[in-house]
């Protein structure tokens, strides 16, 4: 899909950016604790070969063990935080209304 199109609101246009390999193993890491769990999600959110990427989660884990923090925060080039949006779309329907009596 392009990242312009056009709506009846004029002219849209998505910004994306890929996950870097920090992001991405912190992601791996919330979803499981497992290391070469965490090596295989990081590196296919990658796109990365999976014996590279698993050396960086190593190295990770034990930075991690030694500091004992269990909390990361990913900052970006500014030190600013960055935020992944996860949307969810929730269709409500109603029920049509019973009829009582007659």
Known sequence: MSGDWNTKYGTRRVRHDPPTLEEAIFAAIGITDDV???????????????????AEVKKTARVSART????????????????????RRVVRRLAPAKRTGT
């Open 36 to 54: 070469e769990a965490q090596a295989e999600i990081a590196s296919s959110l990658m796109g990365l070969p999976y014996e590279e990427v698993l």
């Open 68 to 87: 004992g923090t269990a909390t990361r925060v990913i900052a970006g080039e500014q030190g600013a935080q960055r935020s992944v949006v996860v949307e």
